[in-house]
């Protein structure tokens, strides 16, 4: 499985940005996917998360009201769509594939494939 992210980039607090994550390889239906974010000398943390199948989600409190994680199944990309940016959502976003979830997993030691990172910077 690899996982390709893009679309990361510098911003404005306030501005919005569009990740997405293309999955390839070898698929699991049964999948959750999710968006996890490190900023300097901090550990990575949960964003956002979603079971293929159902499309069920899960957020953190702190993005709640404000990201929105969606999936094309035709394209096999995962999304994260981020409004009302602030400058503390500056952070490496990683997507992550859990293959065989039991839920959409806030630890990413549950996770078994990674993505590559792309950088969000948001300026105050």
């Known amino acids: 499985v690899q996982l390709q992210a893009s679309g990361g980039g510098s911003v404005q607090a306030g501005g919005s940005m569009r990740l997405s994550c293309a999955a390839s390889g070898r698929t699991f239906s049964r999948r959750a996917m999710s968006w996890f974010r490190q900023a300097p000398e901090k550990a990575r943390e949960f964003v956002a998360g979603?079971?293929?199948?159902?499309?069920?989600?899960r957020y953190a409190e702190f993005v709640k009201g404000r990201f929105t994680i969606s999936r094309d199944n035709a394209k096999n990309t995962m999304y994260l769509q981020m409004n009302s940016l602030k400058p503390e959502d500056t952070a490496v976003y990683y997507c992550?594939?859990?293959?065989?979830?039991?839920?959409?997993?806030?630890?990413?030691?549950?996770?078994?494939?990674w993505g590559q990172g792309t950088q969000v910077t948001v300026s105050s």
């Open positions: 992550a594939l859990d293959a065989s979830p039991t839920s959409i997993a806030t630890l990413d030691h549950l996770y078994d494939y």
């Open positions: 979603i079971r293929w199948s159902s499309g069920s989600t």
